[in-house]
C-alpha cells in the first residue's frame, strides 16, 4: 500500500544544508494504523510531508499502490494528495468563514460528484464522528476537540488510500485526546482506511498497531 525506498532529504539554508532523514525504508499495508513516533526535531514531519506529497525528498522513492509520487510533476501531484490522501493537521486547519458541512464538502468541490450528494456524504460522515448537531455552526463556535473531529470527516471524504495525521491530539487535553484517537481507532476498524500518525509521546503510539520509531532522523 504505501512504500518508502531509501529516502532522505535535506534542508538547504543560506549558508548550509542539513541533512534531516538518513536511508528511510517502510512498508505499511492497507488498513494499518501505523504511529511514528520520536522526539521532537527527530524528523516525524518531514517524514509524513515527504509522503503526503507536501513536498519533494532529496532522493528516494515513495510508493503509493503501485505509483511513485515523487516522479509525478507539482500539478499531478496535487491532483493526487487530493484524491487519494488524507490529511489532518495538529491545528485542525478549517476555514473560518465555511460551516461545519462546508469544510467538510471541500476537497470534493472539484469532483463530479452533484452537490446535493456531496452534502449528504459531508452529513454521514459528521454522523459518524458525532457532530450531527453542529453541521450549520462555525469552526469558532466548536471547542477543539470538536474542530478535530470536522478535520477528521474532512480527511475522509474523498476515501483516500491513506491519511496522515501530524500529533493530531497535539493540542487537546488528555479526555479529549482519548476521545479523538477512539474515534480514530474506530473509522481505521470499520472503514479499514490506512492510518499513519506522528506523535512524540510513547502513549498516544501504543494505542496504534505498530509502531515506527525515528531517531535524529534514522529509522529504528
Ligand atoms: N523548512 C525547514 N527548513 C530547515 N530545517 C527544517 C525545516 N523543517 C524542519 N527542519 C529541521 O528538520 C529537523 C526535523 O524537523 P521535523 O521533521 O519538523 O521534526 P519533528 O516533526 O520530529 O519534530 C529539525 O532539525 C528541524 O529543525
Ligand atoms: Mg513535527
Redesign the pocket.
Known amino acids: 500500500m504505501l512504500r518508502v525506498e531509501q529516502l532522505s532529504h535535506s534542508?538547504h539554508?543560506a549558508s548550509e544544508s542539513?541533512k534531516?532523514l538518513h536511508d528511510i525504508n517502510l512498508f505499511i499495508e492497507k488498513g494499518e494504523m501505523v504511529a511514528l513516533l520520536?522526539?521532537?526535531?527527530?524528523?516525524?514531519?518531514?517524514?509524513l510531508n515527504l509522503m503526503a506529497g507536501f513536498m519533494k525528498p532529496s532522493s528516494g522513492r515513495i510508493f503509493i499502490g503501485d505509483k511513485d509520487i515523487v516522479l509525478l510533476n507539482e500539478n499531478r501531484l496535487a491532483e493526487y494528495r487530493r484524491k487519494h490522501i488524507g490529511f489532518i493537521f495538529q491545528s485542525y486547519e478549517l476555514i473560518p468563514s465555511l460551516t461545519v458541512v462546508e469544510n467538510v464538502e471541500l476537497p470534493l468541490v472539484f469532483h463530479t460528484l452533484s452537490p446535493s450528494k456531496r452534502k449528504k456524504k459531508a452529513l454521514s460522515l459528521l454522523e459518524q464522528v458525532g457532530l450531527s448537531d453542529k453541521t450549520d455552526l462555525f469552526p469558532s463556535q466548536l471547542s477543539g476537540g470538536q474542530q478535530q473531529r470536522v478535520s477528521i470527516a474532512r480527511s475522509l471524504i474523498s476515501e483516500p488510500y491513506v491519511i496522515f495525521a501530524?500529533e493530531p491530539t497535539g493540542n487537546l487535553d488528555t479526555r479529549t485526546e482519548e476521545e479523538i484517537l477512539s474515534i480514530l481507532q474506530r473509522l481505521n476498524a470499520e472503514l479499514d482506511t490506512t492510518f499513519v500518525i506522528?506523535t512524540?509521546e510513547a502513549e498516544v503510539a501504543e494505542q496504534m498497531g505498530r509502531i515506527i520509531t525515528?531517531k535524529d532522523?534514522v529509522l529504528i
Do not use: I, P, Q, R
Open positions: 534542508f539554508n542539513v534531516v520520536g522526539s521532537s526535531g527527530s524528523g516525524k514531519s518531514t517524514l501530524d506522528v512524540h525515528l532522523g
